[in-house]
């Protein structure tokens, strides 16, 4: 059975961190790069953050560059997002995801997505 389990999310103040983790199983962990997605409220499903696979590159989006870390430890099929400098902006559902297409543009070709937690970041 496919899974991605995550975790990590919470409620913090504006200025604060957290570390999502993303947890994978059920699948080849090397044949998919993962991504970072988030929906806030009343607002479409963005991607946030990304990497691939083959050689860990990595994707941000703008409005996180360098305040969000993403990084892989495939002995533990995991991926984690490190979250820095929060803002209330950043509140949303964190979701990852198994995608098969990455670019220096971003992800794309969703194969499998994970339940989704809760950041909430207070101002």
């Known amino acids: 059975e496919v899974q991605l389990v995550e975790s990590g999310g919470g409620l913090v103040q504006a200025g604060g961190s957290l570390r999502l983790s993303c947890a994978a199983s059920g699948f080849t962990f090397d044949d998919y790069a993962i991504g970072w997605f988030r929906q806030a409220p009343g607002k479409e499903r963005e991607e946030v953050s990304c990497?691939?696979?083959?050689?860990?590159?990595?994707y941000y989006a703008d409005s996180v560059k360098g305040r969000f870390t993403i990084s892989s430890d495939n002995a533990k099929n995991t991926v984690y997002l490190q979250m820095n400098s929060l803002k209330p902006e950043d509140t949303a559902v964190y979701y990852c995801a198994a995608v098969t297409y990455y670019s220096h543009y971003g992800c794309s070709g969703i194969f499998y997505w994970g339940q989704g937690t809760q950041v909430t970041v207070s101002s």
């Open positions: 990497i691939s696979s083959s050689d860990s590159s990595t």
